[in-house]
């Protein structure tokens, strides 16, 4: 998932929001049951990239729409967390 905040506040406020927004998804989903039939439960993990991105609208063939987000913060997170890090 992907969330983007507008503008219209500073970096900082944004990026405040943005960490509370994966607290508060780790704190809810994290270790959820999905299936406690065969002990199936949900891994959560966050990361946070800061700066410009564009969004990019792709596909209009066959009545199929695409949006691919590029941009340096998709660059900067981390992919090797432990559960519960953001």
Same mark, same amino acid.
């Given at each position: 998932?992907?969330?983007?905040? $507008?503008?219209?506040?500073? *970096?900082?406020? @944004?990026?405040? @929001?943005?960490?509370?927004?994966?607290?508060?998804?780790? !704190?809810?989903?994290? *270790?959820?049951?999905?299936?406690?039939?065969?002990?199936?439960?949900? +891994?959560?993990?966050?990361?946070?990239?800061?700066?410009? #991105? +564009? #969004?990019?609208?792709?596909?209009?063939?066959?009545? @199929?729409?695409?949006?691919?987000?590029?941009?340096? $913060?998709?660059?900067?997170?981390?992919? !090797?967390?432990? $559960? @519960?890090?953001?």
């Amino acid at each position: 998932m992907i969330v983007l905040w $507008p503008d219209v506040e500073d *970096m900082k406020t @944004r990026i405040l @929001r943005a960490v509370q927004c994966a607290y508060a998804i780790q !704190n809810e989903l994290h *270790m959820a049951d999905l299936d406690k039939d065969n002990n199936v439960q949900l +891994s959560v993990k966050c990361g946070i990239g800061i700066g410009n #991105v +564009s #969004v990019l609208h792709i596909g209009g063939v066959l009545n @199929r729409v695409e949006y691919l987000a590029v941009g340096e $913060p998709l660059l900067q997170g981390k992919f !090797n967390f432990l $559960p @519960r890090q953001i």
